[in-house]
Nanobody, 126 residues
Framework: QVQLVESGGGLVQAGGSLSLSCAASRRTSNYGMGWFRQAPGKEREFVAAITWSGASAAYSDSVKGRFTISRDNDKKTVYLQMNSLKPEDTAVYFC????????????????????WGQGTQVTVSS
């Protein structure tokens, strides 16, 4: 199973930006990838996902227009650029890999993923 390591989290003021990275231990170019987050006392929620080819991406309504997911298959890394951050974006952010390769559609549900990183904390102060 692939190992995923997130980085780039931290403390930022509202309105600021952070860029998260998710480095994979092996090639993931034939798998879709996603970002989820979990705030204290809340369930893990979908943030963004990108298909294996990068042709399709999708976002939750709460981050649409502010966050951008991208991937560099040569570097085995997926990114999440987060702009105009809000205090409600505070959470632990996780990256994950689809269960199955070559899936053309974006997957929104956590059950469609079977490899998860340990997460990186993002804290947005008001």
């Amino acid at each position: 199973q692939v190992q995923l390591v997130e980085s780039g989290g931290g403390l930022v003021q509202a309105g600021g930006s952070l860029s998260l990275s998710c480095a994979a231990s092996r090639r993931t170019s034939n798998y879709g990838m996603g970002w989820f987050r979990q705030a204290p006392g809340k369930e893990r929620e979908f943030v963004a996902a990108i298909t294996w080819s990068g042709a399709s991406a999708a976002y939750s309504d709460s981050v649409k227009g502010r966050f951008t997911i991208s991937r560099d298959n040569d570097k085995k890394t997926v990114y999440l650029q987060m702009n105009s951050l809000k205090p409600e974006d505070t959470a632990v952010y996780f990256c994950a890999q689809y269960k199955y390769p070559w899936v053309q559609e974006v997957r929104y549900d956590a059950a469609s993923y079977n490899s998860w990183g340990q997460g990186t904390q993002v804290t947005v102060s008001s």
